[in-house]
């Protein structure tokens, strides 16, 4: 496609509930990113994919979130047993490569998780 | 600690006059930095970027400056565009890392006509 894919763009969850949300990156790119981006704040980084392989997960706030991206195209970040301090917006980005020459990230749009 | 840090949660300006928007760090180790610019309901676009290695990088409209000794930099629009309003995030890259972006709170720029 075009650009980076989130689906879906709005999610409703009850307290305790399990979310998966879904991120079809820029065909071609190698690195995939996860963001979490709060009300008022900036992205913050949650975690990063080159290919199929979860490089950097240092960023997951707890063991109820997990990112897999098993054949390093789509990926998926579930959140287990959600919790209202998980409302935010997942913002997914790719891009062809890392490095010095710094290839820009591309961002979805976001989902938009609320927790009621 | 908010590392990368905007100070100003909003700017507002007249079409046609110069837009700065400023953004402070506090680690040294940061050696990469760029602007990313966002429309609501939308991601962050990339705008511009620059490497500690230089003090200016110019494209059209847009300019960076970076003064590494004031661990500041700043963007300047010129002239600004209705088209420009949107949330500007200034973000860093770590020399120990080449992917981990760190992004200030960001700053909404309102160019009025």
């Known amino acids: 496609g075009a650009g980076v894919s989130q689906s879906p763009r709005y999610k409703v969850a009850k307290r305790g509930q399990d979310v998966a949300l879904r991120c079809d990156p820029i065909?071609?790119?190698?690195?995939l990113f996860w963001y979490q981006q709060a009300l008022g704040q900036g992205p913050e980084f949650l975690t990063y994919?080159?290919?199929?392989?979860?490089?950097?997960k240092s960023g997951l706030p707890s063991d109820r979130f997990f990112a897999e991206r098993p054949e390093g195209s789509v990926s998926t970040l579930k959140i287990q047993r959600t919790q209202q301090e998980d409302s935010a917006v997942y913002l997914c980005?790719?891009?062809?490569?890392?490095?010095?020459?710094?290839?820009?990230?591309?961002f979805g749009n976001g989902t938009r998780l609320t927790v009621t | 600690d908010q590392q990368v840090k905007q100070n100003s949660p909003s700017l507002s300006v007249q079409e046609g006059r110069i837009s700065i928007l400023n953004c402070d760090y506090t680690?040294?180790?940061?050696?990469?930095f760029l602007w990313y610019k966002k429309y609501p309901a939308e991601g962050p676009t990339f705008l511009i970027s620059?490497?500690?290695?230089?003090d200016k990088n110019e494209d059209g409209r847009f300019t960076v400056f970076l003064n590494k000794s004031a661990k500041h930099l700043s963007l300047h629009i010129v002239p600004s565009q209705p088209g420009d309003s949107a949330v500007y995030f200034c973000?860093?890259?770590?020399?120990?890392?080449?992917?981990?972006?760190?992004f200030g709170k960001g700053t909404l720029l309102t160019v009025n006509p």
């Open positions: 980005a790719s891009s062809l490569r890392t490095g010095r020459n710094h290839s820009p990230l591309h």
């Open positions: 065909s071609g790119h190698v690195s």
């Open positions: 994919f080159q290919n199929e392989a979860q490089l950097d």
């Open positions: 680690n040294s180790m940061f050696d990469y």
């Open positions: 620059i490497s500690s290695i230089k």
């Open positions: 973000a860093a890259l770590s020399g120990g890392s080449n992917y981990k972006l760190t």
